[in-house]
């Protein structure tokens, strides 16, 4: 018996899914641009400049913003579970770092897309 597929409630394969999805997501890009700059002999402002503004690579950085806000929230939920056992207190203190992780990303998108 299949239930509560269409629920906005998270459970554990859920939560088991999307950190592995996000973490393979960081990890390409974070090799992506540990080839960048072992492959290339001078970084400046030109190069840099039009590496990030290819629209490929204004929707991989976005999508990597994106996949670190997730993984920040779920993984934060489960370290603020384990030991903060006050509800009101763990509450408080997801809301911030939920309101942290999501300004990372506006801010993100504002300076990649300002490019």
Request: charged letters at 10%.
């Amino acid at each position: 018996m299949v239930t509560g597929q269409a629920s906005l409630k998270r459970n554990g394969v859920q939560d088991f899914v999307t950190i592995r999805a996000t973490a393979i997501i960081m990890t390409a890009f974070s090799l992506f641009m540990g080839w960048f700059f072992i492959c290339t002999p001078e970084v400046t402002y030109a190069i840099w400049h039009d590496l990030f503004s290819g629209l490929a690579m204004k929707v991989f950085t976005f999508l990597t913003l994106v996949s670190i806000m997730f993984h920040v929230r779920i993984g934060m939920w489960q370290v603020l579970t384990d030991y903060v056992k006050a509800p009101g207190l763990r509450a408080f203190i997801q809301f911030v770092l939920n309101l942290i992780a999501f300004v990372y990303v506006v801010v993100g998108l504002f300076v990649l897309w300002g490019v």
